[in-house]
């Protein structure tokens, strides 16, 4: 039965990948440099998606307020910025969890997670008061004051969602994982590696899980096991794996002894040589400088499929590419083995071009987190240059 319905799946979401896609109304077509250095080995991909700039961008800094548990004082919390959220469909609707934050944390103000709400994926309602935030908690050592950031939500099978996001407390990112019914009341389980190698990861740098899901055709994202774990893949200097048994305890993997690395170990992976590399960086491309996970992963009859983020360095990257731009790429690995790659977009599928992807927080980003479908098309929500939110669509078919 689940074979019968992956493929009925995979004809409806992934066909048709390959073709350039005409630009719509209040559209603009996103860049699809990998179908053209790759012409033959794209039909798994998910691209020719195009922003819509008739709305874009679906979130901009708000003026919601909350009394702080750790400040006492009322704050607008997200005054200054939002960006890179995670994405929820539940009864026809778009669910937004989204990074915002405020003008008065350090370092670069205090981030939450905040919550919007739309009934056609395009124009949001938003909460006054954020749902995850920094408290006085077991946590907030942890989150303090740098913040609750980049969230990512999947679901299991009875219908609990499960949240992986950063805790930053000015000087490291930890990853962490809180679990809700309703998208509303959180509870924050604490750091995702706390349990592993008797904490030998729990001070490591440590972000961006995307777990291995099921896209449902109803817009539910389930959390999936192969061989017999529930997979994700973390990190932003390379793109590492770990596995679980309830997807709140997770266990990075390592090398085998003496297995030798893919590239020269640099960044945040010079202090965790001990993992493997899943997808690594790539020298005189525009994933040159890192990677770091996107969306959920997808898990389709022709493996999984992870869309990724990734950092340009144009004197050993892409020459093409403005110092340190933000493009999104993706990455096929196997269905049943989930540390092998199968197939890579030879380019990127999503560039900035806009002036408010271009200029910000951080200038020249598109940063990939949440994925959709809704009613008949995917919605891909994206981070502008770590200012706002904006989408980009295709059809399912």
């Not at 959390?223 to 266990?251: C, E, H, P, R």
């Amino acid at each position: 039965m689940r074979k019968a319905f992956l493929g009925l799946f995979a004809a409806i979401v992934l066909g048709g990948c390959q073709g350039a896609g005409d630009a719509g109304a209040g559209k603009t077509t996103v860049d699809s440099a990998a179908a053209a250095l790759a012409p033959d080995s794209t039909g798994w991909a998910l691209v020719n998606f195009e922003k819509v700039d008739s709305v874009n961008p679906v979130l901009q800094p708000g003026t919601g307020s909350f009394v702080d548990p750790i400040r006492h004082q009322r704050v607008s919390w997200e005054e200054k910025d939002v960006f890179n959220p995670a994405i929820v469909v539940r009864d026809g609707k778009v669910y937004m969890l989204y990074r915002a934050q405020d003008k008065i944390g350090k370092p670069a103000g205090t981030s939450r997670i905040g919550l919007a709400v739309s009934g056609d994926g395009l124009h949001f309602t938003r909460e006054t008061a954020p749902v995850l935030y920094p408290a006085e908690d077991a946590w907030k050592k942890y989150e303090w004051e740098g913040g609750c950031e980049d969230p990512r939500v999947v679901q299991d099978a009875e219908g609990l969602y499960y949240m992986t996001y950063t805790a930053y407390d000015g000087n490291l990112a930890r990853l962490m994982v809180a679990t809700s019914p309703d998208l509303v009341h959180w509870t924050k389980k604490g750091p995702a590696f706390a349990r592993a190698y008797g904490g030998k990861y729990i001070d490591k740098w440590s972000k961006s899980g995307s777990i291995v899901s099921t896209y449902e055709a109803d817009g539910r994202v389930v959390a999936t096991k192969v061989g017999g774990k529930y997979w994700m893949y973390w990190g932003d200097q390379f793109i590492w794996a770990a596995t679980s048994d309830d997807l709140v305890n997770w266990t990075p993997v390592e090398k085998h002894p003496g297995e030798a690395d893919p590239v020269a170990l640099r960044g945040q992976a010079l202090a965790m040589p001990d993992l493997k590399i899943v997808v690594p960086t790539r020298s005189k491309h525009f994933d040159s400088d890192l990677v770091e996970s996107g969306p959920p992963a997808m898990l389709t009859p022709k493996g999984i499929l992870l869309m990724y983020n990734s950092r340009n360095v144009p004197s050993f990257g892409d020459t093409a590419l403005a110092e340190g731009t933000y493009a999104a790429s993706e990455v096929l690995l196997d269905g049943a083995d989930p540390l092998k790659i199968v197939h890579r977009l030879g380019g990127y599928f999503m560039k900035p071009d806009k002036p408010y992807e271009i200029t910000g927080q951080v200038n020249e980003v598109c940063f990939l987190e949440g994925l959709a479908l809704l009613k008949g098309e995917w919605l891909l929500y994206y981070g502008t240059a770590d200012s706002k939110i904006a989408v980009a669509a295709r059809a399912a078919k």
